[in-house]
Each structure stands twice: as structure tokens, then as C-alpha cells.
């Protein structure tokens, strides 16, 4: 230790039987760890896991609650998606009709304020449909905004199923065959 100039030494055995006296511990400078000490580590961090798996598991099952919230919303998203498309069409069509009747004097900035001034329409002509059937996803009411919006709006609904419960049904099918 003398020629280590004050340099501490650590020794770690862990071999059974042990390689190293455990009087080299009592040397000043070195510290000498064993199988047992290791064990004792081990036992005192064995709670501060078990709490910390513990509060693991609350963080997973608050996420997969969320994550199937998120599931819930997304039963209506087909439909909100066809309905979005459609209106898209239908502001597309009617403002190229409107432009070849536009002056054509009219500059690059006249043509993007109008192109966004029907976008901004359709948005808030859709808002309140798009809250109320986000809104029923997953519910009771589900079915009935589904079918309605389909009739009222003419949407194509073909593939999906009609209800939350059989598309969850269909689902759980799915995976016992697998």
C-alpha cells in the first residue's frame, strides 16, 4: 500500500469458497467486498424495488386506460373521416366551378384567401357533427349517430362494422384465431 501512495485498493470476491483472506479487508486503504456483502446490497434494495415495481404497475394501467379511451374514440373515426373527405370533395368541386367565373385579373394571394375561406367554412360547418359523434363514441348512442350520419350525408359505411360491441366482438375473434 505504501508504493500506491495513498491510492485505495477495492478487492471483490465473490468466489465460493472465497479466494481472498478476509483479513485483507483490516488493511488500511482497502476495501474488500464478498458474496455476502453483495447479498446485503441486494436485500436492502429488494423494498425500494418492490415499491418501485408497485408504482410501475399503477403508470402502466393508468396508460392503458388512456390507451383504450384513445380505442374508444377511434370506433367513429372511419365515419368522421368519410364525412370530412366528402365535404372536402364537394368545397373542391364548388370552387373550381367558381374559379373559371372568377376575374381573371385576380392574384395568387385573392386565390388562397378564397381557397381558405371555404376550408374555414367547411370546418365550422362540421365542428359540432365531428363533437357529437366523437362524443358518442363508445356509448349507447354510438349506433344511431352512425347510421344517421351515413343517411343524412350519403357516406359509404361499407367494411365497417355498425356498433362499438361487434367491432370489438370482430376483434376478439380475430385474436382467438390467431
Given at each position: 500500500m505504501?508504493r ?6 477495492i478487492?471483490?470476491d465473490?468466489a465460493?469458497?472465497r479466494?481472498?483472506?478476509p483479513?485483507v479487508?483490516?488493511?488500511?486503504g482497502?476495501?474488500?467486498y464478498?458474496?455476502?456483502d453483495?447479498?446485503a446490497?441486494v436485500?436492502?434494495h429488494?423494498e425500494a424495488?418492490g415499491?418501485e415495481?408497485?408504482l410501475a404497475?399503477t403508470?402502466?394501467?393508468?396508460e392503458?386506460?388512456s ?10 373515426q372511419?365515419?368522421?373521416a ?5 365535404a372536402e370533395t364537394?368545397?373542391?368541386?364548388e ?5 373559371s367565373k ?5 392574384d395568387?394571394?385573392s386565390?388562397r384567401?378564397?381557397e381558405?375561406?371555404t376550408?374555414?367554412?367547411?370546418r365550422k360547418l362540421l365542428?359540432?357533427?365531428?363533437k357529437?359523434?366523437n ?16 343517411k ?8 365497417t362494422?355498425?356498433?362499438f360491441?361487434q367491432r ?6 380475430g385474436?382467438k384465431e390467431?
Open positions: 505504501a500506491r501512495a495513498g491510492r485505495p485498493l478487492f471483490i465473490i465460493v469458497p479466494d481472498v483472506d483479513l479487508g483490516d488493511i488500511k482497502v476495501t474488500l464478498n458474496i455476502d453483495l447479498e446490497v436485500d436492502e429488494k424495488r415499491k415495481a408497485k404497475e403508470i402502466i394501467e393508468e392503458l386506460d390507451i383504450l379511451d384513445k380505442f374508444q374514440y377511434l370506433s367513429c372511419p365515419l368522421m368519410l364525412l370530412s373527405r366528402r364537394i368545397r373542391a368541386r370552387l373550381r366551378r367558381i374559379q372568377l376575374p381573371a385579373s385576380l395568387e394571394d386565390h384567401l378564397i381558405h375561406m376550408k374555414m367554412i367547411v365542428r359540432e357533427p365531428m357529437e359523434i362524443a358518442s363514441a363508445g356509448t349507447e348512442k354510438e349506433n344511431f349517430y352512425i347510421k344517421a350520419m351515413t343524412l350525408f350519403k357516406l359509404d359505411m361499407v367494411g362494422a355498425a356498433n360491441e370489438h366482438r370482430a376483434a376478439g375473434d385474436r390467431a
